[in-house]
Antibody
């Protein structure tokens, strides 16, 4: 069964860093673009970042550019999100998701993880 | 970035009756390949989002045929032919036409 399992969330002070991980299983991870999407408490979905299947191309939402870095290790079937200079407004559930179009032009997320919670608070 | 809007933002429904949600984009989502890069997601209470419709009108695997997507360019609609109790949750449209994807604000569907 295709599965994405996020980890690394927690409580962190403003200005500090955190790295999220997403372990993928039961599909050819190396062939899929991947995403991070977040959801602040009681709010809607916000697209955070994307990475191509080979890691050569990355894209970010404007508010995350320069502070967040998406990366992947295809040998470990793992996606990462390095978050620096965290702000209170970064508090959210962070979801890892897979693109639905392997090896071709991406068209969006078809499989989602259960999410990991990040709380930024002093 | 492309801005997505949805209406209504709240939709009380009666089981067995049809329901419809509208989604509009600030720019055309129609690609030269003929596909509209517009997806619909449902987030049920306490769950992760799930894909319902992709490329404007293609039902994702396992999605009941009471769900359908239509539209082109900047105007799209999600229709539920006969609402069931399990369809409650928040419905989001999302554009994938540009490399920076954007979601609509969501439409909360609940039972009257």
């Amino acid at each position: 069964q295709v599965q994405l399992v996020e980890s690394g969330g927690g409580v962190v002070q403003p200005g500090r860093s955190l790295r999220l991980s997403c372990a993928a299983s039961e599909f050819s991870f190396w062939n899929y673009a991947m995403y991070w999407v977040r959801q602040a408490p009681g709010k809607g979905l916000e697209w955070v970042a994307a990475i191509s299947n080979d890691g050569s191309n990355t894209y970010y939402a404007d508010s995350m550019e320069g502070r967040f870095t998406i990366s992947r290790d295809n040998s470990r079937n793992t996606l990462y999100l390095q978050m620096n200079s965290l702000r209170v407004e970064d508090t959210a559930v962070y979801y890892c998701a897979r693109d639905g179009n392997p090896g071709s032009a991406p068209y969006g997320m078809d499989v989602w993880g259960q999410g990991t919670t990040v709380t930024v608070s002093s | 970035d492309i801005v997505m809007t949805q209406s209504p933002l709240s939709l009380p429904v009666t089981p067995g009756e049809p329901a419809s949600i509208s989604c509009r984009s600030s720019q055309s989502l129609l690609h030269t390949n003929g596909y509209n890069y517009l997806n619909w997601y449902l987030q049920k209470p306490g769950q992760s989002p799930q894909l319902l419709i992709y490329l404007g009108s293609i039902r994702a695997s396992g999605v009941p045929d009471r769900f359908s997507g239509s539209g082109s360019g900047t105007d799209f609609t999600l229709k539920i032919s006969r609402v069931e109790a399990e369809d409650v949750g928040v419905y989001y449209c999302m554009q994938a036409r540009q490399t920076v994807f954007t979601f609509g604000p969501g439409t909360k569907v609940d039972i009257k």
